[in-house]
């Protein structure tokens, strides 16, 4: 099966420090990347979607400017949390597919997930 | 726009019993996926079971199977001789061209198989 991976799974930072997660699909090209955001005992609440090259589409509501992404190859997605304060801590989950161009059932395959603390 | 909708916050099964867990969708579609997904307590999103819209026949992944009722809406899934490792969030998810073929997820139902 397709595995994607995440690094770091657990981070701590300080308050007004930017931190960097990655998603990589380990065995596959992924052409589109998801990312999501998590609350305890919540949904999956989906930022943004990336695209190979391409400049990434944010979900309404979600600050491109606090949270860059960049799909600079077809195995890597980086989502990085900048300024991050208290309110951002969460768990990040991204996701790869192999295009998400069309209704034909490409899966999503799910990364572990990342822990983030701003203290 | 689509909705899911999954009416059961928590529920629990004893070990080897049968539960079902509900959902309902709202869309203008008429082709489609629905998926079920089970995230234990490691966060780790897995898939359990998968159902194409324009397939009338009920998906069935081994001890999982669902009941898909198109005209209805909705989609549940049925667990069958529940086992402890049952335990974890179970996310009902639409995913259509109408939202940019992005997976919508229900707001998820907590399931605790019991010994």
């Known amino acids: 099966g397709a595995v994607v991976s995440q690094h770091p799974s657990r981070v701590i930072c300080k308050s007004g420090t930017s931190v960097k997660i990655e998603c990589r699909s380990l065995d596959f090209q992924a052409t589109t990347m998801f990312w999501y955001r998590q609350f305890p005992k919540q949904s999956l609440m989906l930022m943004a979607t990336?695209?190979?090259?391409?400049?990434?589409?944010?979900e309404q509501g979600v600050e491109k400017d606090k949270f860059l992404i960049n799909h600079a190859s077809l195995t890597l997605s980086t989502l990085t949390v900048t300024s991050a304060h208290p309110e951002d801590s969460s768990f990040y989950i991204c996701?790869?597919?192999?295009?998400?161009?069309?209704?034909?059932?490409?899966?999503?395959?799910f990364g572990p997930g990342t822990r983030l603390t701003v203290t | 726009a689509q909705t899911v909708t999954q009416s059961q916050p928590e529920m629990s099964v004893q070990e080897a019993e049968t539960v079902t867990l509900s959902c309902t969708y709202d869309t203008s579609e008429s082709n489609y996926y629905l998926f079920w997904y089970k995230q234990p307590p490691s966060r780790q999103m897995i898939l359990v079971i998968r159902q194409e819209a324009y397939k009338q026949q009920n998906a069935t992944e081994n001890r999982f199977s669902v009941n898909f009722q198109k005209a209805a809406k909705s989609f549940s899934l049925k667990i069958s001789d529940s086992q402890l490792g049952d335990t974890a969030m179970y996310f009902c998810?639409?995913?259509?061209?109408?939202?940019?073929?992005?997976?919508?997820f229900g707001a998820g139902t907590i399931l605790r198989v019991k010994s």
């Open positions: 998810a639409f995913r259509g061209m109408e939202y940019g073929n992005k997976l919508v």
């Open positions: 996701s790869a597919t192999k295009s998400a161009n069309t209704l034909r059932n490409y899966e999503q395959y």
């Open positions: 990336s695209n190979e090259g391409s400049k990434a589409t944010y």
